[in-house]
């Protein structure tokens, strides 16, 4: 199966070195990835990656996230989940970008309409991939109502001491704008 290729725009490319020399040299901390990030946004850390995330997201305690995450930050409206964002890693063995991108891919395959698989720039890594999907709320566990429409996007790739990560994002039809959710793949930095 062929999966469409675009380039990354290079008005990205030009956004992304303008956030590193923001950011300067050294490791990706809080700090970094959140002088990249709007005013008035907090930081999501896992063990190797960290990003940015926009007002009204809260984060999940160790309590409350599934022990398949690292981290994960979500919004409510009205008791319901309508945007969720998670980090995890090392769940799989891969070499490369396109190797966890087919991880991803394969995951999501059952539950989900896959869309495309593009490549990304982030911050930490040579190679990443960007696999879009959607699916229908099934209404459970406090996610949004039973049908509606939930877009989401999976950042992929492999860190620094060749173990998969994945950021995921997923919201309900205009919960999030699709300027917040490539903010918040452009701050994604790894380790």
Request: net charge negative.
């Given at each position: 199966?062929?999966?469409?290729?675009?380039?990354?725009?290079?008005?990205?490319?030009?956004?992304?070195?303008?956030?590193?020399?923001?950011?300067?040299?050294?490791?990706?901390?809080?700090?970094?990835?959140?002088?990249?990030?709007?005013?008035?946004?907090?930081?999501?850390?896992?063990?190797?990656?960290?990003?940015?995330?926009?007002?009204?997201?809260?984060?999940?305690?160790?309590?409350?996230?599934?022990?398949?995450?690292?981290?994960?930050?979500?919004?409510?409206?009205?008791?319901?989940?309508?945007?969720?964002?998670?980090?995890?890693?090392?769940?799989?063995?891969?070499?490369?970008?396109?190797?966890?991108?087919?991880?991803?891919?394969?995951s999501l395959q059952a539950t989900t309409e896959l869309k495309d698989t593009v490549d990304v720039t982030v911050k930490g890594t040579d190679a990443a991939k960007r696999v879009n999907f959607s699916y229908e709320?099934?209404?459970?566990?406090?996610?949004?109502?039973?049908?509606?429409?939930?877009?989401?996007?999976?950042?992929?790739?492999?860190?620094?001491?060749?173990?998969?990560?994945?950021?995921?994002?997923?919201?309900?039809?205009?919960?999030?704008?699709?300027?917040?959710?490539?903010?918040?793949?452009?701050?994604?930095?790894?380790?």
């Amino acid at each position: 199966m062929k999966r469409p290729a675009r380039r990354t725009p290079m008005l990205a490319a030009v956004l992304l070195a303008g956030a590193a020399l923001l950011i300067g040299c050294g490791g990706a901390d809080s700090d970094s990835v959140s002088s990249a990030a709007p005013e008035g946004w907090k930081t999501l850390e896992g063990p190797t990656v960290s990003l940015a995330y926009p007002k009204g997201f809260t984060e999940q305690s160790d309590a409350e996230r599934s022990e398949q995450n690292d981290a994960v930050a979500t919004l409510k409206e009205g008791g319901r989940y309508v945007a969720l964002i998670s980090i995890q890693s090392g769940f799989t063995e891969v070499k490369d970008a396109e190797e966890a991108a087919i991880a991803i891919e394969a995951s999501l395959q059952a539950t989900t309409e896959l869309k495309d698989t593009v490549d990304v720039t982030v911050k930490g890594t040579d190679a990443a991939k960007r696999v879009n999907f959607s699916y229908e709320s099934t209404g459970e566990n406090q996610t949004p109502q039973r049908g509606t429409t939930v877009e989401g996007s999976a950042i992929t790739g492999v860190d620094s001491s060749g173990k998969i990560f994945s950021v995921r994002i997923d919201a309900q039809q205009g919960k999030l704008s699709s300027a917040d959710q490539k903010q918040i793949i452009d701050t994604i930095r790894v380790k």
